[in-house]
């Protein structure tokens, strides 16, 4: 494999050096899902920096602290002072008082934060404690925070909580967009570097085990489906590092990823007698706080009906994938007839699959890349759903136009009728009311448009196509 060591990340890296090369004090804390490349990230940082890096484990305390002092060797040198120093506190103010003497400061980062703390509760207030010292005499350390337990991390900085307030910065690590994930693949045809993000999402973890020689099928296969493929647990170890019992919500993640996406849906395949309704939302707004679940409400609609209209996604399209053809053939998988899966369960099916993630990806590129194409930055982007009809992408610009969009994941060509109906739907949709002349009508496509779509857009200003080549950014036009 030939791969990128570093792909995206541009403006994290950005603000995260911003943050620790001033010398003074300064508390970073960053958090995301495993896998996404905090580690790889803070590493691509601190590489001209002095720095201390401690990647924690679940060790005992006494532990942790011990490691902790071989992990600052390397930087501070062989000082015995240093290391007869016992507890949390005395270490992280003898660091400060190293820092004082340097220049440039001293940078220390705290990795999986959320495993000290399960061993130490107290270590958060110890933290808020030297820190305070440490900000009001003005030396120049910078303390990273950094881990893996969203709602740990996100409860860390809550009010009433020790170190509210007090970061510098806060930094959420997302997964990578469609074309950051596709330029892990960069040989590959444009439709597959699409295909590859709908089933392994933006995960940089994932993305780096690709093999860019091989197909998209022979990588499910390697990655998900062969014995020993090191994909095929992350859904549960995912979940367990997060979650006490899973059972639940891997059964709700699986209904969602069938197509249960609204709440009596999901209940139904869920719930046992007797239970009600109400029963689902904690674990949905746990999944939701993970960033494994998005509840979504059609643009249209007013603030007073948003929450009997939600509907709810997987918000990875890695798990999507799983839930939907790894995790119920399971059983055929571990039985050694995986490449059967995969030919007759898994492929045929595949371009289905994509069809709803082509819309996310459509929505992506309105959200980061619009511009390219608009002339303007895209506020805010969703869907619109209607009895009736869908509109796949609905949302502002900062100019004040309005985005309507139509995506087609298929294989004819894109025809006029497609354009004729997404206006239809537009003249009866109160979203875009009393506002025609501010409406861009953009028609997303796999496939190129025919001789009459062509000569319509033409001939409307405000009209758009964007085929997958657009989308990959593999060329660029100025309409």
């Not at 007869?84 to 820092?99: D, H, K, Y």
């Not at 053939?329 to 699959?353: F, K, M, T």
């Amino acid at each position: 494999m030939n791969q990128p060591a570093f792909i995206g990340r541009e403006r994290e890296l950005e603000a995260l050096t911003r943050a620790l090369t001033k010398p003074q004090p300064a508390l970073v804390v960053i958090y995301g899902r495993r896998r996404v490349g905090k580690s790889t990230l803070l590493r691509r940082a601190l590489q001209r920096l002095d720095a201390v890096y401690y990647q924690a484990t679940r060790v005992a305390d006494v532990d942790s602290q011990e490691l902790f002092k071989l992990a600052a060797a390397p930087v501070i040198g062989d000082d015995t002072a240093f290391t007869s120093v016992r507890g949390w506190e005395g270490l992280l103010r003898s660091l400060a008082e190293r820092a004082a003497q340097r220049s440039k400061g001293l940078v220390v980062v705290l990795d999986e934060f959320p495993y000290l703390c399960e061993n130490n509760s107290a270590l958060p207030s110890i933290v808020q404690k030297v820190w305070d010292e440490v900000r009001e005499r003005g030396v120049p350390l910078m303390l990273v925070l950094c881990g893996s337990r969203i709602s740990f991390m996100e409860t860390l900085l809550a009010e009433r909580n020790p170190l509210h307030g007090r970061q510098s910065a806060e930094l959420v690590i997302q997964p990578l967009n469609y074309r950051e994930a596709a330029r892990f693949v960069p040989a590959w045809s444009v439709e597959d570097r699409l295909r590859l993000f709908s089933v392994f999402g933006g995960m940089p973890y994932y993305l780096s085990m690709i093999d860019g020689g091989e197909p998209l099928a022979a990588n499910i296969h390697r990655l998900l489906i062969a014995d020993g493929a090191p994909l095929r647990e992350e859904p549960v170890h995912l979940l367990q590092a997060e979650l006490n019992q899973i059972a639940r919500y891997a059964s709700i993640l699986r209904a969602i990823a069938d197509g249960c996406t609204q709440l009596k849906d999901i209940a139904g395949r869920v719930l046992t007698a007797g239970e009600s309704g109400g029963a689902l939302s904690p674990y949905l707004a746990t999944l939701q706080g993970l960033r494994l679940v998005q509840a979504v409400s059609s643009m249209d609609v007013r603030d007073g009906g948003r929450q009997r209209n939600t509907r709810y996604y997987v918000d990875d399209p890695f798990l999507a994938f799983h839930y939907r053809f790894i995790f119920p053939n399971l059983s055929a998988i571990q039985a050694g007839h995986g490449r059967a899966v995969l030919r007759d369960a898994i492929v045929p099916h595949l371009d289905e699959h994509m069809s709803w993630w082509f819309e996310v990806i459509c929505r992506q590129w309105a959200r980061y890349y619009g511009a390219e194409r608009l002339r303007a930055v895209v506020q805010d982007v969703g869907k619109i759903w209607n009895a009736d009809y869908d509109i796949d992408v609905a949302g502002r610009l900062l100019d004040g136009r309005l985005l309507a969009g139509e995506c087609k994941w298929r294989r004819e060509n894109a025809g006029a009728a497609i354009l004729r109906e997404l206006r239809e739907h537009v003249a009866s949709n109160p979203f875009y009311a009393g506002q025609a002349d501010k409406v861009l009508h953009l028609i997303f496509s796999r496939t190129p448009a025919t001789v009459e779509l062509r000569r319509l857009i033409a001939e409307d200003r405000r009209a758009f196509f964007l085929s997958s080549s657009d989308l990959i950014g593999a060329r660029r036009r100025k309409r």
